[in-house]
């Protein structure tokens, strides 16, 4: 994450869309403007880098870890959609622009 704080940054603006219950993680609230800072290409894993540390709240201390974010990635059962294209499809080197969507959508369900 050195990238994040040793780089002249410049925010980009993009919507972050939260489904599948990952919404109860910012009190119910699905939809949220964010600027991005960035000093080269927004990838997926630098933005959940930056979601892990900056945005989402702290693990509790008794839990293993994020909840749905590993380092720079996410755990199975979570979609990653780029103005709902599959970041699998578009792949993880894809970039992010201003004014895009990105939405992470849980599809863990118990049963």
Avoid: Q, Y
């Avoid at 960035?38 to 989402?56: G, K, N």
Wanted: charge should be negative; aromatic fraction near 6%; glycine fraction near 8%.
């Amino acid at each position: 994450l050195a990238w994040l704080r040793t780089e002249l940054m410049t925010p980009m603006r993009i919507e972050l869309f939260l489904s599948g219950g990952l919404e109860n993680l910012c009190e119910g609230k699905k939809t949220h403007e964010l600027d991005v800072p960035v000093s080269s290409t927004l990838t997926i894993p630098r933005l959940l880098a930056w979601l892990r540390t900056e945005f989402f709240p702290p693990a509790p201390r008794n839990s293993s870890g994020d909840i749905f974010i590993d380092e720079c990635s996410v755990r199975p059962g979570i979609l990653v959609l780029v103005n709902d294209a599959d970041s699998e499809i578009l792949g993880e080197d894809a970039a992010i622009e201003s004014g895009d969507t990105v939405s992470l959508i849980s599809t863990i369900h118990g049963g």
